[in-house]
């Protein structure tokens, strides 16, 4: 059998940080007073209660969200007037200049809300507002993030990240993750972990197309909203779940392609008549990741076996050099751990 190479986690988030740093890549830093120092001067609210939200701004609500150890979180997005998304790739929108988005987190009260902007030369502004315990203000966090703003658990911290980490993860297509098609699509996937059912009055796909903030939608992605071809509702779920969590790093161009492991869903075969590239390259293949005390390879996902699945053991370990994601969490996902090992364990066949 070939022997597997031991993590390459040093020399891929090196690769990461090489390319946000080469110099057609990055974006200029932003001049100190780019960002505001106040949420407050942003424009997501009417008026200085920050209660409101000013009458140009949209919530929304994405069927996979991102889950951060538990927080509750609201969206909104700004599109600004006579300029408009434009859809017409259904997996790669771009988004005009003057474009804002923030996420607001919340454990009990707010936290912080992440605030990305992008600016005339393409390029975005990220950065994160740290409110204050009476919830009168939230104000510009360090460039380097803030640890342990509260606690997810007793002894486990909530940190906010720095604005490098918002860049490695936000890496795909234009940068924006959570606002596409498939987010947004008013087809619900009902085993979806984390999220509200049903998508709230005014927030699907068909309402931002109505709105004029998306344009060149192709028609067939109205008449019938997308969803991810699976062949059981958990599969669908799974692959959801994976595109969102995983996909922006795991995916087939950027500085981790040469791992050949790719999560995230795709929308261009809407009937499912290719299995999709995150099975293709997962189930029954061999993973470059070896698991401590582990004799020999083992596969990303065993059908029939989570228990021998590289995938799953990543997802189910926080010890900081092993686990999937590697940002942005303290502890494991359990309800996403269990669909996936259950769909692992009920719906893929074992080889025989
Ligand atoms: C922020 C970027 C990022 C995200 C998000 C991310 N990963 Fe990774 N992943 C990496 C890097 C970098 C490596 C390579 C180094 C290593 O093994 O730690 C890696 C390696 C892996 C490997 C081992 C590679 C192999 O050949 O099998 C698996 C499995 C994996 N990730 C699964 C996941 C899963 C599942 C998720 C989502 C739940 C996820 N990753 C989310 C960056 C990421
Ligand atoms: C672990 C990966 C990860 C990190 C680190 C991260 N984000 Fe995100 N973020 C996501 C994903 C995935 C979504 C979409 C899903 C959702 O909204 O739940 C998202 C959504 C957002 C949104 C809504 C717009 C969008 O892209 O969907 C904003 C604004 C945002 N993040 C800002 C930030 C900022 C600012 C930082 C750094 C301080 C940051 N994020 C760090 C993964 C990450």
Redesign the pocket.
């Known amino acids: 059998m070939k022997a597997c190479r031991p993590?390459?986690?040093g020399l891929?988030?090196a690769a990461?940080a090489l390319a946000s740093c080469a110099p057609d890549a990055a974006p200029p830093a932003p001049a100190p007073d780019e960002l505001p120092a106040h949420l407050a001067d942003t424009g997501l609210y009417a008026d200085a209660t920050l209660r409101d939200v000013a009458p140009d701004v949209w919530p929304y609500d994405p069927q996979y969200p991102l889950w951060t150890d538990g927080a509750t979180k609201r969206r909104w997005i700004h599109v600004p007037a006579g300029s408009a998304i434009d859809a017409t790739d259904p997996e790669a929108w771009v988004f005009p200049a003057g474009t804002r988005l923030w996420k607001e987190f919340a454990l009990g009260r707010r936290l912080e809300t992440r605030y990305m902007e992008k600016r005339a030369d393409g390029s975005w502004l990220r950065a994160s507002y740290v409110w204050s315990d009476d919830g009168g203000d939230a104000v510009l966090a360090p460039a380097g993030g803030v640890a342990h703003l509260a606690e997810v658990a007793p002894g486990v911290p909530y940190d906010v990240p720095g604005r490098a980490d918002c860049a490695?993860?936000h890496s795909r297509g234009d940068g924006v993750l959570g606002f596409d098609a498939l987010q947004l699509s008013a087809e619900r996937d009902p085993l979806a972990p984390h999220a509200n059912a049903g998508v709230p009055a005014g927030q699907d796909l068909a309402a931002f197309v109505a709105r004029g903030l998306v344009r060149g939608l192709p028609a067939d992605l109205l008449a019938r909203p997308p969803r991810i071809p699976a062949r059981t509702p958990r599969e669908r779920a799974a692959l959801g779940y994976?595109d969102t969590?995983?996909g922006?790093?795991?995916r087939d161009d950027g500085p981790?392609a040469g791992?050949g492991?790719t999560?995230g869903a795709e929308l261009r075969d809407r009937d499912g008549d290719h299995p999709p590239r995150a099975l293709v390259t997962t189930v029954g293949r061999p993973?470059?990741?070896r698991p401590p005390g582990a004799p020999s390879c083992e596969a990303?996902i065993e059908p029939g076996a989570p228990e021998l699945s590289?995938?799953v053991e990543?997802?189910a370990t926080r010890d900081p050099l092993?686990q999937?994601?590697?940002?942005g969490t303290h502890l494991v996902d359990v309800d996403a751990l269990h669909l996936i090992e259950t769909w692992i364990r009920e719906d893929l066949e074992p080889t025989p």
Do not use: N, Q
């Open positions: 993590s390459l986690r891929a988030l990461l490695t993860c994976l969590h995983c922006s790093c795991h981790l791992l492991l999560l993973s470059r990741f990303r590289t995938l990543r997802m092993r999937m994601p590697p940002l």
